[in-house]
């Protein structure tokens, strides 16, 4: 009889084993029946060639009185999970619930008592409003809340015949619900033939709104079975977008890759297209879209895109859409006032690096392969930019100084909001800094306070890039360009949450003027 390769291994290193008992963490007592299992952090060999098979470690079930025992591999760090029906699984390696430490045996570990506390279970019956019919085949999503925040995807459970669904494995918490379809917008090529109408379910939150905000929480108490939420929910209308994609030069575009955003989310690819002509896009729900086509050369100077905005409230047809080539951009670097740039030592040092990325809005980032380099105010020529609307940035500045003002092709523009002109295949521009003298400074008396700044406008703007941060009791925003600011400090708050607290007014509103030094006293914003 031949061993395998991993009991060989096993048999070559010193091995130890943890033992222990599974009881119930509500006082029922001893679990026979628990499945616990250990799975390496790395391979057992010590070697970081993780695979499946040298990860696996062992599993045993416990018995009649909860007790188990495990041998594991001394000095190698693996995962410890157990796992019951009716309780909620523990452990890493089960992706679900919570986590055990990770273990590391240097010698046989007793004692070791695993507490499972008992599962809670939540369900309901989905019924369609307009028919008054159950809803069947569609995917329940719970998200429990934590640090404040609801994330990722809990348990879920997909409705039967009859509508219902009943979610097992959740923990005690706070809770709202997702209802969550197949259908996602899709790209065909070529004009397949008109169908019925598509409806589908949206994704909503319970009890059937659709902003995840304003969603009922629902609260799970540790063993809670509740399985009376019923709840009514409207068909969504999607709709087709078909249209024709070609080349600049008027030939159909022969590979080309989309890209859908609606508005606020962000972009996500939708398929291929490696043909010429017609496509379509199905399972479009209303909106205000942005759909991106772009060919994909691996030299930025040669990718060839084509974007159009669009209102999506009824089918869309005759889409047609050119691939235009990707535009030049030089840029100068100029000082704004009386200070000179050229023959001064500081700027003949200067090697400030400029990039572009997009909006923030569409949470896609997007630069020249390499940062471009200015040196001594000198031009520097960026490659592969499209017509988008952008963010310009100057980094390597000395301290103090900022960038104020930009013109491109002799036109100012916001370099919050920089769009370039798509009829011109090169565009010159010139990039304003001056030295900033300004600073706002204060203290917080909460410790571990983030206080937050947020230059206006509030509203439509990419927060991210106007949103700075400091930390501490005493603060300080130097070199801020005049302009009017929020402040607010708060603790355990998310970056988003503090965009979204001083959007609503809840800040200090601080006019910052040219020279300005001001002490200002922040409100503190206590998270709920």
Known sequence: MSLTPLLLLLLAQKTAFIEGTVVGSDGSGTLAKAKITIQYEKAPDGSSALTSANAKGNTTTSGEDG???????????????????????????FGVGKSLETYTLTGNRTGVVVKLDPESVLGGRLIDADTEKPIADVEVISHRKTEGNYFGFGPRSRTDADGRFRITGMMPGEYKLQIQTQLRPKIFPGLPADSAPAMTYPPLYFPGVPNFADGQTITLRQGAQLE????????????????TIQGSD?????TSTTKFGQEGISFSGIG???GPGPFQIQNVPAGRFSLMFFTKDRDSLKRKQAVVELMVDSDVKDLDLNLQGAFKVRFKVRSLGDHPIDGDPLWTQLKPKITLSFNPQTRANFSSDRPQV????????????????????????????????GTCNSIEFDRFNFRLDPGRAEHDCE????????SVSGEVKTEGALIYALMEPLAG????RRLQRREGKQFRFESLPP????????KGLSYVDAALALREGKGLKVEVGENSQLQVNVPYLAKD
């Open 250 to 254: 008027g030939a159909a575009a022969t």
């Open 483 to 490: 302009s009017t600011y929020h402040f607010i400090a708060t």
């Open 461 to 464: 703007e990419p927060v991210n």
């Open 431 to 438: 990039l304003f800094v001056s030295q900033v003298n300004n």
């Open 374 to 405: 200015v040196e001594s105010g000198e031009g520097a020529e960026i490659g592969g930019q499209f017509g988008d609307l952008m963010w310009i940035h100057v980094m390597g500045l000395p301290k103090g100084w900022a960038l104020r003002r």
């Open 67 to 93: 007790s188990f025992r495990l041998e594991a591999v001394e000095g190698v760090p693996f995962h410890f999970g157990v796992e019951r029906e009716g309780y909620v699984t523990i452990g890493r390696l």
């Open 272 to 274: 291929d297209l490696t």
């Open 228 to 243: 009376y939420f019923d709840f009514k929910i409207r068909k969504e209308r999607l709709y087709t977008l078909s249209g």
